[in-house]
């Protein structure tokens, strides 16, 4: 008959005494009269406490040191988790996005008056040519450990209508139409709670200047130019002038508080 002891030594403990670190205790075990494996990780299963001094059995782990004599440790740690212990990550590395129209313009001509195209970048013939630049991105995520409860099919539903959408109210700080959502990746811990990181990507709202008229662009706002030809007197030709600028709304607004972080 197969036969299960706790070791002397066995209750090893750790106590979090700070902010950082977490509960466990390790209770250790042998196991005689057996040389078969699936026999000890089936007595292991039946025999172990699924709580010790208030921790929950995580795993537990076993190996044969002799004939029909195995040791075996079972790992008991804190299941809980709770909002205070999100972990943050942010990525200032920037985005890139297309411009046709330049802050400021040097011009050198060779022959003549170089035609003024009003801050245009790149015109070659009818097109506007433009150039990519990198521009202020703040990638941000967090992850959260939300209890089985809370993560039903309602939220999860929530979680994926408003992914793809911007702030319609200040939230993490910043002002509305500056975040924007772009989805959670969860997993179901041993625990029965979820850990669920939270992805987001900022981008400020500014005031875009093209050709003396002042324009306010939301940060997930697309701006565009359209470009005329109009008569430069000094260079005596045609060219490329800003005849309108539109920005478009590309992204749903959305309460993103709806997330519950």
């Given at each position: 008959?197969?036969?299960?002891?706790?070791?002397?030594?066995?209750?090893?403990s750790?106590?979090?005494i700070s902010?950082?670190?977490?509960?466990?205790?390790?209770?250790?075990?042998?196991?005689?009269?057996?040389?078969?494996?699936?026999?000890?990780?089936?007595?292991?299963a039946?025999?172990?406490p699924?709580?010790?001094?208030?921790?929950?059995?995580?795993?537990f782990?076993?190996?044969?040191?002799?004939?029909e004599?195995?040791?075996c440790?079972?790992?008991?740690?804190?299941?809980?988790?709770?909002?205070?212990d999100?972990?943050?990550?942010?990525?200032?590395?920037?985005?890139?996005?297309h411009v046709?129209?330049?802050?400021?313009?040097?011009?050198?001509?060779?022959?003549?008056?170089?035609?003024?195209?009003?801050?245009a970048?790149?015109?070659?013939?009818?097109?506007?040519?433009?150039?990519?630049?990198?521009?202020p991105?703040?990638?941000?995520?967090e992850?959260?450990?939300?209890?089985?409860?809370?993560?039903?099919?309602?939220?999860i539903?929530?979680?994926?209508?408003?992914?793809?959408?911007?702030?319609?109210?200040?939230?993490?700080?910043?002002?509305?139409?500056?975040?924007?959502?772009?989805?959670?990746?969860?997993?179901?811990?041993?625990?029965?709670?979820?850990?669920?990181?939270?992805?987001?990507?900022?981008?400020?709202?500014?005031?875009?200047?093209?050709?003396?008229?002042?324009?306010?662009?939301k940060?997930?706002?697309?701006?565009?130019?359209?470009?005329?030809?109009?008569?430069?007197?000094?260079?005596?030709?045609?060219?490329?002038r800003?005849?309108?600028v539109?920005i478009?709304?590309?992204?749903?607004?959305?309460?993103?508080?709806?997330?519950?972080?």
């Amino acid at each position: 008959m197969v036969k299960m002891y706790e070791l002397h030594g066995s209750r090893k403990s750790t106590r979090r005494i700070s902010e950082e670190g977490a509960n466990n205790t390790d209770l250790m075990y042998v196991i005689r009269d057996t040389n078969n494996d699936q026999t000890v990780e089936t007595t292991l299963a039946a025999s172990l406490p699924a709580t010790y001094d208030g921790l929950e059995l995580f795993d537990f782990e076993y190996e044969q040191v002799g004939f029909e004599l195995w040791y075996c440790i079972a790992h008991y740690v804190d299941p809980t988790c709770s909002w205070d212990d999100t972990v943050i990550n942010f990525d200032t590395t920037g985005g890139t996005t297309h411009v046709t129209q330049s802050l400021a313009t040097a011009s050198f001509p060779v022959e003549g008056a170089a035609e003024d195209f009003k801050g245009a970048i790149g015109v070659a013939g009818d097109a506007v040519e433009g150039v990519d630049i990198t521009i202020p991105a703040f990638k941000y995520s967090e992850t959260h450990c939300i209890d089985d409860a809370n993560v039903d099919t309602a939220y999860i539903n929530t979680l994926y209508t408003l992914t793809g959408r911007v702030n319609d109210a200040i939230f993490k700080g910043f002002a509305a139409g500056e975040v924007l959502f772009l989805g959670a990746q969860g997993s179901k811990r041993g625990f029965g709670d979820w850990e669920i990181t939270y992805n987001f990507i900022m981008e400020p709202n500014v005031n875009v200047t093209v050709d003396g008229i002042v324009c306010a662009k939301k940060g997930h706002e697309y701006l565009w130019v359209l470009y005329r030809d109009k008569e430069d007197a000094a260079a005596k030709a045609l060219v490329k002038r800003p005849k309108a600028v539109y920005i478009e709304q590309v992204y749903v607004e959305d309460d993103l508080s709806a997330l519950g972080i």
